[in-house]
Structure formats: C-alpha cells, structure tokens
C-alpha cells in the first residue's frame, strides 16, 4: 500500500549521504516521498535507499538508465530487488530495451513502477535540433511516450506543459511525473519547461517532482507546506 497518497516527490540532490538525510529528516512520509538521483546514489551507494525506507519514505531511483536491453532489464531488476517504489530509463533507448526492463519486472513479480524519460525538462526544441533531432520537443514526447506505452512502461518523465496532450493520448492511468515545478516564489534556474504545481495538476501530472524549490529554500518544510496548499 503506498505511503502517501501526496504527488509531491522531493529531489534529495545532495553531494553525501548525511546531508541527504539531514534535510529527509525534516521532511515526513506521509506528505511526499523522495527521489534519489545520480549524484547521491553515485556517492552514497545503496545505504542510501536503505536509510530513507527505514524512514517509511517510498523512494523514485531517478537513475535514467540508457543501454543495451540485456544490461538495463538487470539494472532496473537489481533496482526493484530493493525496494524502490519507481525506477526510470530513457525512452530514447528504444522499443527492445524499454519492453526487456518491463518483461523482467514481471517475470520477477516486482511490482515497482517503471517509467521512461522523454525529453528532459531542461531542453527546448533547439537543444533537439543541436542532438539532430528534427521535431519539435513537444511531438518528440509525444512519439516516445506512445512507444513506452507500447512497450509497456507504467508511465512516463515529461514536463507538465506535455501533460494534457499526454493525458488525451495515453490516459489518465499512464503515469505522468513532471519535474520543472516551480512555484511563483521559485527561480528556474537550468529548467526550460516549467509550470506551477496547480496547474500542472490541472494539466493531468500525476506526480510532481520538486528539488531546489524546497531543499534550497531558507525554511524547506515551510516551502513544502506552501505547495502543499496551493494544491489544496
Ligand atoms: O527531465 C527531467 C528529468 C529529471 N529531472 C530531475 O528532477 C529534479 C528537478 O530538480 P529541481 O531542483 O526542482 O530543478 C532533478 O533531480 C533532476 O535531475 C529533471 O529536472 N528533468
């Protein structure tokens, strides 16, 4: 049963374990869980999944795995093992690696939520010009969030102003976990697409991911307590 029925996911990008922990314990399960990413996991190592379940926190592994289909299916396996709530890879590696992580979920009876990044929040349809990409950011996530789908992917990274368009096309079910929050008190700073949290769940976001906004804020409980009644 999931802790929280909160779509607030905090971004704990932190450069060690302990202040990783530090700013997780004055947050509470039942109001958000946490997202552990690739510099504190690369640091950290496993502990940390291990100290933020011990805290009751359901936990999103933001590790954005891209490689062959054998070795992502073993990483994402290895994820589920222990424990996480949600796990990702990138869309951008294709139908074959995206369908051989979902198949090895189920083949292992691991019921963690797998999903795929479409384009990432920091980029514009320039940067995809620049990568040889020509669409637009908006058509390129909507292509790959259709092929998740086939492929059998639980739902998918994007930002909120995709949400809607995703929403129609895919449906509600299909998981929509937004970063590039920012609430009016909040800079941008490197994201591109951004939305507030209430109208990016007017927009169809299931989840929203927020980092700088409340692990940077002078007091971040009173952040959190500020987006939380913004989506009341
Ligand atoms: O497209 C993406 C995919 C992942 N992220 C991650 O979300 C957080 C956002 O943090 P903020 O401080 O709120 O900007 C961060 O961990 C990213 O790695 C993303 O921003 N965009």
């Not at 905090?10 to 958000?32: E, G, K, N, T």
């Not at 320039?126 to 390129?140: A, M, T, Y």
């Not at 509600?172 to 949290?197: S, W, Y």
């Amino acid at each position: 049963m999931a802790v929280t029925e909160s779509p607030l996911i905090i971004a704990l990008d932190y450069p060690s374990l302990d202040a990783a922990l530090c700013m997780a314990d004055q947050l509470d399960p039942s109001w958000c869980r946490l997202k552990v990413g690739k510099e504190l996991f690369t640091r950290s190592g496993p502990a940390v999944l291990e100290a933020l379940h011990g805290r009751g926190f359901d936990v999103f592994l933001d590790l954005k795995f891209h490689d062959i289909p054998n070795t992502v299916a073993s990483a994402v396996e290895a994820a589920a093992e222990q424990g996480v709530w949600m796990v990702n890879l990138h869309a951008s590696g294709g139908r074959a690696m995206m369908e051989a992580a979902a198949t090895r979920l189920a083949q292992q009876r691991l019921t963690t939520h797998l999903i795929a990044v479409t384009v990432l929040t920091s980029m514009q349809d320039r940067d995809l010009v620049d990568v040889g990409i020509p669409s637009s950011v908006s058509d390129q996530v909507t292509r790959l969030a259709q092929l998740a789908k086939q492929s059998g992917l639980h739902g998918v990274v994007c930002s909120a102003q995709e949400s809607t368009q995703l929403a129609s096309l895919c449906g509600d079910e299909f998981l929509k976990v937004t970063p590039g929050i920012r609430p009016a008190f909040a800079a941008a700073n490197d994201q591109q697409r951004i939305m507030t949290p209430r109208d990016a769940m007017q927009a169809g976001s299931t989840h929203l991911v927020v980092g700088r906004p409340v692990t940077q804020a002078e007091r971040p409980m009173e952040a959190l307590k500020a987006i939380q009644q913004e989506l009341e």
